[in-house]
Structures are given as C-alpha cells and as structure tokens.
DNA sequence: CTTCAAGAATGACAATTGTCATTCTTGAAA
DNA sequence: TTTCAAGAATGACAATTGTCATTCTTGAAG
C-alpha cells in the first residue's frame, strides 16, 4: 500500500492540512483500487461501508427512480470524497457511483474515516468541499426552474469548458467523454430534446464538432446559458 | 445578550456538544435580531459579513435571476445556519434571505464564526447539516429532472406534512404559511400551473382546503409524489 | 471489405407547461 | 357595511418538451 504522505493529489484532497498543529492520521483501513471506464462502484441499493476518495478518473454519482429515469446528480473528479453521506444515517443511501474513465479510487472503511474527520483541518477541508457542491446543486436547482433545455444545455457546456476545456487558437475544445444520453441525464431532459437543443447551438454556429466540440463562440455561448429563460411581459410603466 | 448556554434552542442547533471533551466556545460576537413576517434579512447582492443562526420562524432562501424569476432554494427553520457558505469566497454569495413568520436570528460576526469551528463537535454538526441540505437539494434535482409539476407538488405537500402537519383524525392539516405564487417557486414552476395543479388534487378528493388544508388520502398522495414521472414505454420483453 | 449493433439524429405528434387576459375571492382599511 | 387591492382561479392559446417510429452514422468484430 502506497503511503499518503507521498500520494500525488494529497494536495487536492481534504486530508492536506497546511497548518500542522493538529497532524493528520492519515487512514490506515485504505485500499486502493482500480476501475475500468463504465464499471460500477457501488449501487443505490447496497449500504456502503465506507467512502471512497479519487485519486485519478471521473466518477458520475447517479439517482433511478426504478422507472428507467436516471439522474447524474454531479460528476466527481480527482480529489473528492464519494459516499461521505455514510456520516449521516446509512440506510438512507440512495445513490449509485459509476466510473465514466478508468479510474483510480482509495477506499477508507467508515471506521477510519469517522476518525480520520476527527482532525480539524480535515473535517473543514470536507466541509468546504460539501459547501461546495451544496452550492453547486443550488444553482442548477435555479436553472431548473427558470431556464429552457437550451439555456441549461449551454451552461453545462461552459461547466465543461472550464474543468476540461482545452484552448486551441480562437477556439475552445472539449473532449466530452460523455454520451447524448448522459448530456440529457446531466441536463435534466430527454436524449431526443437535448439533441435537439445540441443541433440548434449548432445551427447558430455557437459550437461545432461530435464527440470533440468546439466552442467557436464564448460569449454567445454564455449568454445563451444567462439570458434565455422563461420571461413574462413585465411592463415597464404601466400608466 | 442572552447567554448562549440557557438557550431554549441549543439542543437542536449546531453549538451543542454531547461530549464535553472540547468544551464550546459560545459566540462572544453574537447579536439577536427580530424580524417580522416578509422582511429582508440580507439579499442577494451584499456581502454578508456573518451567518445567522435562527433561533424561532422560518426563513426563505432565495435566489433571483434578474429577469423576475425567483426560486426558492430551501426553507430554513430553528437550528439551521443561513449565509454559513462565507466559510467559502465571499463575493460568489449570490442568495438573499427573509422571515416568511416573525423570527428571531442570532447573528454570529464571521471571525467569530470561523474561530467557533474551530470546535469539532460544532464543525462536525455543522457538515451533519450541510451533508442532509446536500442530499435534500440532489433529491430536488431528481424530482425536477424526472417529475412533473403534480407530482413535484406532492412531494412538497409530504414534507411539509412533515414539518408542520397536525393529525386531526383521519387527515393531516396543514397551515401553509405560503401564497401560491411561493409554492410556485418552490416547486419551480408558474402559479398558474401549481394553481392548476392544485386544483387536480382537489378534485382527486386528496387534499382539501386553501390556506390551510388538509390532507384526506395520504396513501394517495404519497403514490402521486412517487410514482408520477415522465415514462416510456420500455417493451417487457421485445420478442 | 462486409456485417451488425449501438448511438445519434430527425420527423410527427401528443402531453405538459408557460403566458396573457380576465374574472372571482378574500380580507383589510376606510 | 362598503371599497378596494392583492391574491387566487380559470379560459384560451402558444411554446416547450416528451414520446414513439424511423433512418442515419459510426465503429468494432468477423
């Protein structure tokens, strides 16, 4: 077992602590393991025993309503815990995590990991992190309500440009390891609308490109993600 | 000042520590403010320079898109921390709070926020809480990817029930502190479609009632949150 | 190269939801 | 009580989105 001393992304994880008053045990119940892209990590109707923390991969934490409806409720990458909701009541865990790129994740059985949150500096390391994600879910919890397919499609794509973006002269490429049915699942619509709502961003000539998109147009792109929501006719004046 | 000690909440907010190892340190930079039913507590284009801890009322949690449209991010009650996301940069708060009842707010200065998670008996409240608004927001996120307007409602109508509901004989009854226009934007969707809504589980002979109603066939609302959702036909067995 | 299957795309249509206009209710103030 | 304004409700219609059927692409396996 490697260390976490010299782990990689101690950095980017929440077991980092700059000041050193309060030092770090680091976990000794970890295993580190492996997963090829597509494979599951743990199901919505198991109760997981621990938590898992990403050294390498993107993990798409997912909720099925048993209909065949998925949801992708966020996308984890290197450095974030998944399954930390195991501190709450366990058998309310209701959420399945499956690997979207070989990946590389170090397991930390709950016992260790209820006293690893002991530290300070980890404990509000985590904290910062989940009030991030809260954050993040708050927002797209606004997009939901007010904003067409289109608009949510577009702010997903931005999203992605600033986590995987990669600038190549006036463009921006991103190489989405995601299919149409996930972008849909991402958005919150059907594969079909959100196809649609692709080739119309297309159309615009906002973006181009399949698998590997280009954002030709950034701020257009943007200003579809802000400005088209639903609108009613405020009158100005009504004198 | 009130001491934080002999508080009638402190039970139920972030600040009690069952094992007294790391003995609490009660907000010394604490000031309890009044508000009354609709005022503003802070909005969403100051900085706030502390969180507030509520100590009796209800307070929503807004945010606006500029255009008019308002979505009601979550209600927060006694215990509950609002504006605690300063532990984040500052200047991406983008919520605005306000007392839907008369209410009482402790405000807590944020240096004397950040030393009071210093404890870790508070930090780990604190992420206890943070981690179930998480959850609670992801589950919304679901309902608004896979539900619709009817059964979104539903789904408010249970958990206000549970919240606030009082079991009169056969039924639950409800005070909704809420116009339609906030159930709306609970819901995430136009008054005029919740209003409509509304009126279908009327006439299903569900709930009854308008500003206070009544819930008559639990089972049937609770089938009505659950189970409708957008559906395919996914073919059985496509021999 | 051909075959084939899975994903992507599109057309047609229906269901849901949003918007606007108008009317009805309700409760507070005069 | 009467008046009036704000919220609630409803009708009519349009825009968006979901669903199903079908076709087109693409890439992997033989």
């Not at 992304?9 to 295993?31: G, T, V």
């Not at 954050?135 to 992605?160: F, G, N, P, W, Y």
């Not at 490109?209 to 993600?225: C, F, R, S, T």
């Amino acid at each position: 077992m490697d260390s976490c001393q010299n782990c990689p992304i101690l950095k980017k994880s929440i077991f980092y602590n700059q000041n050193s008053e309060d030092p770090i045990q680091y976990p000794h119940l970890k295993r580190q393991l492996s997963f090829k892209k597509g494979q599951n990590i743990f199901d919505q109707n198991t109760s997981p025993t621990g938590v898992y923390c990403i050294k390498k991969g993107d993990i798409k934490v997912m909720k099925t309503d048993g209909h065949g409806n998925d949801t992708i409720v966020r996308i984890a990458n290197t450095g974030d815990i998944i399954g930390d909701d195991i501190i709450l009541s366990q058998n309310e865990f209701k959420k399945s995590a499956t690997a979207m790129t070989d990946a590389v994740l170090c397991y930390i059985d709950k016992t260790s990991f209820n006293h690893l949150i002991n530290n300070k500096g980890v404990v509000v390391n985590l904290l910062k992190k989940t009030l991030n994600t809260l954050r993040k879910a708050e927002e797209h919890i606004c997009s939901c309500h007010q904003k067409k397919v289109i608009s949510r499609l577009s702010e997903l794509l931005m999203d992605l440009k600033k986590k995987n973006g990669i600038r190549e002269n006036a463009q921006w490429k991103i190489d989405l390891n995601l299919s149409r049915e996930e972008l849909a699942m991402l958005v919150g619509t059907a594969p079909e609308t959100l196809i649609r709502s692709f080739a119309e961003l297309k159309k615009l000539g906002i973006i181009s490109g399949q698998k590997v998109i280009y954002i030709n147009d950034e701020e257009a792109l943007e200003n579809m993600a802000n400005s088209i929501s639903y609108e009613r006719n405020t009158l100005a004046c009504p004198m």
